[in-house]
């Protein structure tokens, strides 16, 4: 077929009128590159699709009747559906449900039923007509289910674990704990009633209709329901002691539920909630479309939050003390599910190979609040980030929109999250604000309470702003890859023309897009701007000028996501790097001079990393520093120590972990480790580099840190990541203690790294070594998944001193409930055959690495003296 389709491209094309043949031969390419890159991906995984609705399921009221202690439910699923075609046997998502009894409404005559592995199947008796509105009523309980529903509560081994149960139904998990079809194409309102002992709370979807003690006061009834259609995944329920904070945006409840000991740091944590609800509703057109709003902070969550309709789960991490504001904030977070409550609640994806429509809006609803609250600066350096990650392995090889996954977990990667967001703002950028937020606006309006693929957003964008996107949509979502641009400027004083190629290196087809370059030279009033629209691999074209330009500016706005890389004169970059009015810009003119051991260049990032304006460029200078190497950079960086800007001194403190066994850093870094610092992250920066530097890091200094609180437990993390790197035996039982289940979950996963990190640095007997890894191990058994995960990449990380736990984490790639722990254990296997570097081989490595670094000082020494005179 592909063999047919190329020779139509070459030859059928010439036989037609020259106006049409170009958009013949566009369509051609298209057709190929979907073709060839369906039957890439097809070897690899199944085709997945939307699933089956032989009915549509329109109600769904739960029962239940909740023991935190037993780890169970148990009550009734009360189904109301309508028949999309005859039928007689119902198929309901269910994993782990102990049906007893299902009855059909009104007469409550027993139906019969069975289950398999995934499904519940209901005979109605007999085939009933298409249209038909059937009522099922499901007894059932569920006992201490294996996803979707989490018990926690104190142990011998946890005591301080409060009671709480709580949901996580994405991607495909609420049919662990009640009947439903769990897709995202299906919606339908639901209710549930749930009685829980007194004295705790209870949240769900929709209004809170009733809540009611029983007659002996020893439990509490709470009937919620929401009103609404949405889709199953969405579904969520939460049991738990909480301090509730109230407030109104309206006439909507906003709501925050957190735990009883937090309460001081809620309005810190969420006071800009409301805020952000009038933002978005005026710039999306749409006001916030449910009934209330609520955020709840639970124990132990597996993600940092979840857009549950109305009710956000969110992970601890979100809560902010007032130190831990000073360089870091819960506004990200709150933004990206606030902003998934119109971009994935009130709009859903229609399967998940259109995820991005969820997550990347609600990604750029991040960038979108950052330019709102903090600036132009910030949000582009947020872009800046996210473009890095956009442009990683996993969007270079699979596109956004990929119908051939493993399972839906595995769709929620850079490519749904980063990518997607710059998918968006390149439509921005292209449209420009007016067109796109008002285009957005019709596409809400157009599938409220509806699901949507990425067509019907481009067909609505098409059609509001009468531009064909069609190649703009297969560039960016329907092909894998970004441009990879080489961008050449050279100027030729007799002719007086500036030469500027354009060269596209990145394999397959040219990617289309606008590319605005804009320069300016003493000669002329202002700058002189061009657009030019790419649809070819290479471009050369001249530009007038009077005199020699001082400042290049390619892609100045940031309107294309591609990898660019400039040719351009020393004093080209220098301009850009001092002068450039961007904060990407003068990144890039940063990045490019960090790859230079010059003296001079090496003074221009120790300038920026002091002047420039914005702390993110200095943040870079930092990391430009750490790279280019030398006392130069070592002494700016040492300096930065004592910037204000606390990421500053926090990335400084990183980068001089990049100069190992330098006295002077040693030092430096020593003392600060013992003055401290208002920052709980720079603190826990100068543990990491503390430990880093050295070959045989002191222990004590490290260890005094551990009886340090801090914010998301990084001051004791960082200084259980820095004993990994001791030579002291004692050194790892500690480390061992440190991952029991009575530490902080933070510091566990910490710990277990740490211990990876040891076994890489130090021979340890087989009698240790074994026991260690039981210890390991045996956390597979009974943690989270997230624990799980982390456990396991350790285990991986340890290379053939944890062999002993192939057995388990065979078990586990095969067995784990989880996708994504399946997935982490089958990389680890392979692991286990690694060696890991022996004591007399890091030594002798070691000593090596200080002959050469001897000899690069004194090379660097002669040619600075070289260049000096």
């Known amino acids: 077929m592909l063999l047919i389709l190329r020779f139509l491209k070459f030859r059928f094309t010439a036989q037609v009128p020259p106006m049409q043949q170009k958009c013949l031969r566009l369509w051609l390419t298209i057709v190929i590159s979907v073709i060839s890159t369906a039957q890439l991906l097809a070897a690899d995984e199944p085709l997945r699709t939307a699933g089956d609705r032989p009915f549509d399921i329109q109600h769904i009221r739960l029962d239940l009747d909740i023991s935190l202690k037993k780890k169970q439910i148990a009550g009734a699923a009360t189904i109301d559906l309508q028949l999309l075609r005859p039928l007689q046997v119902l198929k309901l998502d269910a994993v782990g449900l102990e049906v007893s009894q299902v009855l059909l409404a009104p007469d409550q005559s027993e139906l019969e039923f069975s289950t398999t592995d995934d499904q519940l199947r209901i005979d109605l008796g007999a085939t009933r007509p298409r249209g038909e509105k059937v009522r099922v009523v499901i007894r059932y309980q569920v006992r201490d289910p294996k996803a979707g529903m989490y018990f926690f509560g104190p142990t011998e081994g946890e005591p301080n674990v409060p009671w709480m149960m709580w949901t996580q139904g994405e991607p495909v998990a609420n049919h662990h704990w009640f009947p439903c079809l769990d897709h995202p194409n299906e919606r339908q309102t639901t209710e549930i009633v749930a009685t829980v002992d007194a004295g705790y709370e209870v949240l769900s979807n929709g209004d809170l ?56 740091d809620m309005q810190r944590t969420f006071g800009r909630t409301k805020n952000m609800l009038t933002f978005f509703s005026e710039r999306f057109g749409i006001n916030y479309p449910w009934t209330k709003y609520a955020q709840i902070v639970v124990e132990q969550f597996i993600a940092g939050g979840m857009e549950n309709t109305g009710a956000t789960t969110l992970y601890s991490k979100v809560m902010h003390d007032e130190r831990a504001m000073l360089d870091s904030s819960p506004d990200r977070l709150i933004a990206h599910e606030l902003g998934h409550q119109w971009w994935g609640d009130l709009v859903t994806c229609k399967d998940w190979s259109h995820l991005w429509l969820n997550e990347g809006f609600a990604t750029f609803c991040e ?112 092909r894998p890859g970004h441009p990879e641009l080489e961008v050449a400027t050279e100027y030729d004083p007799e002719d007086k023309l500036a030469k500027i190629s354009v060269k596209q290196t990145q394999k397959g087809d040219a990617f289309h897009f606008p590319l605005a370059i804009e320069i300016r030279c003493k000669e002329t009033s202002g700058p002189i701007t061009v657009d030019k629209e790419i649809t070819e691999k290479e471009l050369t074209f001249y530009l007038p000028l009077p005199a020699a330009p001082e400042l290049v500016r390619i892609d100045p706005q940031a309107a294309v996501l591609a990898e660019l890389k400039e040719k351009k004169s020393r004093d080209l970059w220098k301009t850009q790097l001092l002068e450039a009015p961007t904060v990407i810009e003068r990144i890039r003119a940063v990045e490019h001079f960090a790859e230079s051991k010059k003296s001079n260049d090496r003074e221009l990032l120790k300038q920026v990393l002091e002047q420039d304006p914005f702390y993110g460029v200095r943040i870079e200078a930092s990391k430009a520093l750490a790279k280019s190497g030398g006392d130069v950079s070592r002494d700016a960086l040492i300096a930065g120590l004592s910037q204000e800007h606390p990421k500053v001194r926090r990335a400084c403190a990183d980068a001089l972990s990049k100069f190992p066994r330098d006295e002077k850093v040693i030092a430096v870094l020593n003392q600060r480790l013992q003055n401290g610092d208002a920052s709980y992250y720079v603190e826990a920066a100068f543990a990491t580099a503390f430990a880093k530097v050295q070959d045989e890091p002191p222990v004590e200094p490290l260890q005094r840190l551990l009886a340090q609180d801090s914010h998301g437990e990084v001051i004791r993390s960082a200084a259980l990541r820095g004993l990994g790197y001791s030579t002291d035996p004692a050194t790892l039982d500690l480390l061992v203690e440190w991952t029991g289940r009575s530490k902080p979950r933070s510091c566990r996963l910490a710990a277990a790294e740490a211990i990876a990190t040891y076994f890489s640095r130090n021979e340890v007997s087989k009698p240790v070594r074994e026991k260690t890894v039981e210890t390991l191990a045996g956390y597979l058994k009974v943690d989270n998944r997230h624990v799980r995960r982390k456990i396991i990449e350790s285990l991986g990380n340890m290379g053939k001193n944890a062999a002993t736990a192939r057995s388990i984490l065979a078990s586990v790639a095969d067995q784990d409930p989880d996708d994504r722990v399946r997935a982490a254990a089958k990389t680890a296997l392979p692991k286990l055959d690694a060696e890991t570097p022996a004591t007399a081989e890091v030594g002798k490595l070691r000593t090596e690495l200080d002959k050469l670094q001897k000899t690069n000082k004194e090379l660097e020494d002669r040619l600075q003296k070289l260049e000096s005179k």
């Open 209 to 264: 209709l009733s809540r009611k003690k029983s007659s002996d006061g020893k439990r509490e009834r709470f009937h919620y329901k929401q009103s609404q259609p949405h889709v199953a995944y969405l579904v969520t329920l939460v049991v738990g002691e909480f301090e509730i904070g109230r407030e109104t945006w309206g006439d909507v409840p906003v709501l925050y539920y957190v735990p009883p000991e937090q309460a001081g």
């Open 367 to 478: 960038l979108m609040w950052a330019e709102h609250d903090l600036g132009v600066d910030e949000h582009d350096y947020m872009l800046y980030g996210k473009g890095k990650s956009a442009r990683s392995d996993g969007p270079k090889t699979r596109p956004i929109v990929d119908y051939h996954y493993s399972d839906p977990g595995s769709m929620f990667d850079a490519r749904a999250y980063p990518k997607g967001g710059w998918v968006l703002h390149m439509l921005r950028r292209q449209l420009g604000d007016d067109l796109f937020y008002t285009g957005l606006q019709k596409y809400g309006e157009k599938f409220r309470m509806k699901t949507a693929e990425t067509s019907d957003l481009r067909k609505v964008l098409e059609e509001h702003t009468g531009r064909n996107l069609e190649r703009f949509f297969y560039d960016w979502t329907a």
